[in-house]
């Protein structure tokens, strides 16, 4: 078991690391500006990948069926759990809006599809398409009530999820496996070639983010949030997800690639929403930087178990 987990953490997380860690570098030396690059992601690498994923994956409706079923509800699930523990330890207003934030949203976009991809291949990729789709409309809807239900319009998030790139990018790729079609070939590499470089500028990304989380010390009643949302992330939310994926009847990659997904880190773009709507930023980015860190870890476990079921 150990071998395999050190076998899993050089294979898959170290690969992986090389692009966190210069993203940290520049970010920290260099003072690298990642406004550009998320723009370049969200509306170029993002739509690339998704589209040259969905066009050619081998999915079935079935798997498509019981992606969308485990997402939303895995969702709920974690979603109750936090504003129950929210209430027995009896926090504050903004703790318990940061504590489901921490709960629900995962880094499955920018750090979960490169790992698919290197742990399980293309096939894992195509598995995980589905599931990202449906993040990206679940953070700019459920996500923004979830930050903020007193300013939550519902017009406001259907406008937000529909400014997204990729939303398009996926209503193309169905029609044209709906309709029997294909992309001409030139077009097709051109979109491969762009998905190509979604991962390295990612993950750069995610670590010139990384370096720029508040690690200042909260004060004191926010760090039994803290310690709670490590260990909702970390521990509970794989757990929750085995089961749920259990009862639903999903075997082989896809339980393997949902299990992974469900049990990334808390997702970047969490604190945006915290910030903007004061669920305790404080909480939510300190969350974000040590379950990131600890995935280094926890996930080469995971990969182990799930690759050896």
């Known amino acids: 078991m ?20 210069s993203g940290a570098l520049l970010g920290r030396f260099k003072n690298l500006d990642t406004k550009p690059l998320l723009m370049l992601y969200l509306y170029f690498l993002s739509p690339a ?5 969905l066009a050619t994956a081998k999915i079935s409706f079935d798997d498509v069926y019981k ?30 809006a940061g504590l489901t934030l921490i709960s629900t949203f995962t ?12 742990a399980f291949g293309q096939l894992g990729l195509d598995k995980a398409s589905v599931y990202v789709i449906a993040q990206m ?13 007193s300013q939550f319009s519902i017009g406001s998030a259907v406008r937000s999820v529909f400014s997204l ?9 169905l029609l044209l496996r709906a309709l029997g079609l294909h992309m001409p070939h030139e077009i097709a590499s051109g979109v491969s070639m762009v998905a190509g470089a979604y991962s390295p500028v990612v993950l750069a990304i995610l ?5 720029r989380v508040q690690t200042a010390d909260v004060v004191r009643n926010v760090r039994l949030a803290f310690w709670t949302g490590l260990s909702v992330r970390l521990l509970l939310a794989p757990l929750t997800a085995a089961l749920l994926l259990y009862l639903l009847n999903i075997s082989g990659t896809l339980f393997a690639v949902l299990l992974i997904l469900a049990s990334m880190p808390v997702a970047v773009n969490s604190v945006v929403l915290a910030e903007r709507f004061g ?31």
């Open 67 to 96: 992606t969308l079923a485990f997402s939303l509800l895995n969702l709920l699930v974690l979603w109750a759990l936090a504003r129950l523990i929210g209430r027995v330890l009896k926090l504050a207003a903004p703790e318990a």
């Open 165 to 173: 790139p990729a939303i398009y990018a996926a209503m193309l790729a």
């Open 279 to 309: 669920s305790s930023p404080a909480l939510v980015s300190r969350c974000i930087l040590w379950t990131t860190l600890a995935s280094f870890l926890v996930l080469p476990i995971l990969i182990s178990i799930v690759g050896n079921a």
């Open 207 to 211: 670590g010139a983010q990384m370096v």
């Open 107 to 118: 880094n499955s976009v920018n750090y979960g599809l490169p790992l698919v991809l290197l």
């Open 2 to 21: 150990i071998q395999q987990v050190l076998s899993t953490l050089v294979e898959v997380i170290v690969p992986l690391s090389i692009p966190v860690v």
């Open 49 to 53: 990948i998704i589209l040259d994923t």
């Open 137 to 149: 409309v679940i953070v700019n809807t459920i996500g923004v009530y979830f930050a903020a239900r």
